[in-house]
């Protein structure tokens, strides 16, 4: 069976809200959700296709764009290639050309629409943002609860609180006052043993490789409507990370770092390898900052994912 390769846009309003349209009852997937795109043809390119499916569905012409993720799914009677890319920027007003209905939703409303299931990881992607904060080590708690206070106050909306030095009870400590600082402002991901998931029903929870190979055989460890996800370094932990159903991964080292200068590099052609079979969004780490992040994008990945450069200060 052939894969069919589609063009499909997460597009965004300038208030940050995501457009959606619902498939015609007698489509493949009818009467569903999607993010808006089409077929592309054996002559285009995938922006070309975008441009020109988002200009005869909706009768916008594209500004900016930049792919999101890709995605392949296997339906019983139909093998797909969703390649999604994030709209920003376009001139002219959405409508539904074609009849179909459409909606401009918040991205935290997403899951609650019905969408084909080789959606779900772009429905993640539309959610997640392009950068990942992890909390540096070896800080005490007044000075992380500082600095995490004030990469907040500067725009950063995902949080991963490592602090693997600390006995457990401070951080579980911590973690009380983290989750408070974060109330409606990020979405917060704690490590730790999953007998505390309990006691933290704000948080997500990003398991480390050993745990998942721990946990895989049970599945995903708590409802979908939590975010999980998991430290992955190579193809084995990865199709792990898929087995357990994660919403999202970081993947690393990219490049040598100073945290684990023990570790081998995966480079960026590797890096791309490995995403290419991947159907989850994928923060880059190691090595990594915000200039990175176009390279980022054209591998494959949500973003990048960092401590050092992304911690509002100096660490020397």
């Not at 916008?60 to 339906?75: E, G, S």
């Not at 007003?93 to 899951?111: D, I, S």
């Not at 009380?176 to 704000?202: I, N, S, T």
């Not at 945290?259 to 991947?278: C, K, Y």
Request: aromatic share 8%; proline share 8%.
């Amino acid at each position: 069976m052939k894969r069919v390769h589609v063009a499909a846009a997460v597009i965004r309003g300038a208030d940050g809200r995501v457009l959606i349209a619902r498939r015609p009852e007698d489509k493949h997937q009818g009467g569903l959700w999607e993010f808006p795109g089409g077929k592309v043809e054996a002559d285009e390119t995938v922006a070309s296709a975008l441009a020109r499916e988002l200009a005869e569905e909706l009768g916008i012409a594209v500004t900016a764009a930049r792919p999101l993720i890709q995605v392949r799914h296997d339906y019983p009677d139909k093998q797909v290639l969703l390649d999604v890319w994030e709209v920003s920027a376009f001139t002219g007003e959405a409508r539904g050309l074609e009849g179909q209905p459409l909606a401009w939703v918040a991205p935290r409303r997403l899951p609650d629409y019905d969408f084909p299931a080789a959606n779900r990881p772009i429905v993640a992607a539309a959610r997640l943002p392009d950068r990942y904060l992890i909390t540096p080590d070896d800080l005490t708690p007044a000075q992380l609860l500082h600095g995490l206070r004030a990469a907040l106050d500067a725009g950063v909306s995902l949080v991963q609180l490592r602090a693997p030095g600390m006995f457990s009870a401070d951080y579980r400590d911590m973690a009380v006052d983290a989750v408070g600082l974060c109330a409606g402002r990020a979405q917060l991901m704690m490590k730790g043993p999953l007998e505390w998931l309990g006691d933290f029903p704000a948080a997500g929870w990003h398991l480390t490789a050993e745990q998942l190979r721990q946990y895989v055989r049970n599945g995903r460890p708590f409802p979908k409507e939590r975010w999980l996800a998991a430290s992955c370094h190579d193809a084995e932990e990865l199709a792990l990370a898929t087995e357990i159903g994660v919403d999202f991964v970081t993947l690393s080292p990219v490049q040598p770092t100073r945290t684990h200068p023990e570790a081998a590099a995966l480079g960026w052609a590797r890096t791309g390898e490995l995403l290419q079979g991947f159907n989850a969004p994928a923060f880059l780490l190691g090595g990594l900052g915000p200039a990175d992040l176009p390279q980022a994008w054209q591998a494959g990945a949500q973003g990048v994912a960092g401590i050092r450069a992304l911690w509002p200060h100096p660490l020397d």
